[in-house]
């Protein structure tokens, strides 16, 4: 979508290597997501921001740790990969809360060997 | 806690009408969503509704909210191939810091 980007698109990685995953935003936004997607799961929250270096995690956020230095970028890092974090991460960013809905980037499809 | 569901498929005819539904259990719920996720992009607002409303209309998209059964419905008039999709149902609070939640979703498949 306009105005948010995820990087990078696709990335095969090992078990136990450390990842991040960027989201880039020009929109300015407030709030910032990460959200994990899995079949029969549908979207779990797995940490959220709502200010430059204020975070908070979201029901699924073991595993995962995040950082944003600046309002545009928001980072999801996972320490030490897992099998069971392949999936599909998916930014989200939102204006002065979510009432009027998200914008969502592209995803990144994540797959752990 | 908070709970959204969603039947999990459908399928429909080119050109007949389609309802997706949705129940919710926070009675509290403020905003409810309808996003439409095409294969291998991320999800797209469709509409939102407030909970004040019963109904909102957007050229084939009619949203009905039946807040005493805690009932939320997408209809697609006239369903085109183009709308194969997931739809994804989620409703948010006006407290807090507003995170909806998201049904599994709702893969609609349309045959020509």
């Known amino acids: 979508d306009a105005g948010i980007t995820q990087s990078p698109r696709h990335k095969v990685t090992e078990t136990g290597t450390p990842v991040t995953l960027r989201c880039h935003q020009t929109?300015?936004?407030?709030?910032m997501y990460w959200y994990r997607q899995d079949p029969g799961h549908g979207l779990r929250l797995i940490h959220y921001?709502?200010?430059?270096?204020?975070?908070d995690k979201g029901e699924v956020s073991d595993g995962y740790s995040v950082s944003r230095s600046k309002t545009e970028d928001f980072l999801l890092t996972l320490e030490s990969a897992t099998s069971s974090q392949t999936s599909v991460y998916f930014c989200?960013?939102?204006?002065?809360?979510?009432?009027?809905?998200?914008?969502f980037g592209s995803g990144t499809r994540l797959t752990v060997v | 806690g908070e709970d959204v569901e969603q039947s999990l498929f459908l399928s429909v005819r080119e050109g007949d009408s389609s309802v997706i539904n949705c129940t919710y259990t926070?009675?509290?719920?403020?905003?409810l969503y309808w996003y439409k996720q095409e294969p291998g992009a991320g999800l797209q607002l469709l509409t939102y509704?407030?909970?004040?409303?019963d109904m909102k209309q957007d050229q084939r998209l009619t949203v009905l909210l039946n807040k005493k059964d805690k009932h939320l419905s997408l209809r697609i008039a006239d369903t085109q191939t183009g709308d194969s999709a997931i739809y994804f149902c989620?409703?948010?609070?006006?407290?807090?810091?507003?995170?909806?939640?998201f049904g599994r979703g709702t893969s609609l498949i349309v045959h020509p």
């Open positions: 989200a960013i939102s204006g002065t809360g979510s009432n009027y809905g998200y914008t």
């Open positions: 929109e300015n936004h407030r709030y």
């Open positions: 921001s709502y200010g430059v270096k204020d975070t």
């Open positions: 926070d009675s509290s719920s403020t905003y």
């Open positions: 509704i407030f909970s004040n409303m």
């Open positions: 989620a409703e948010s609070t006006s407290g807090g810091s507003y995170i909806p939640t």
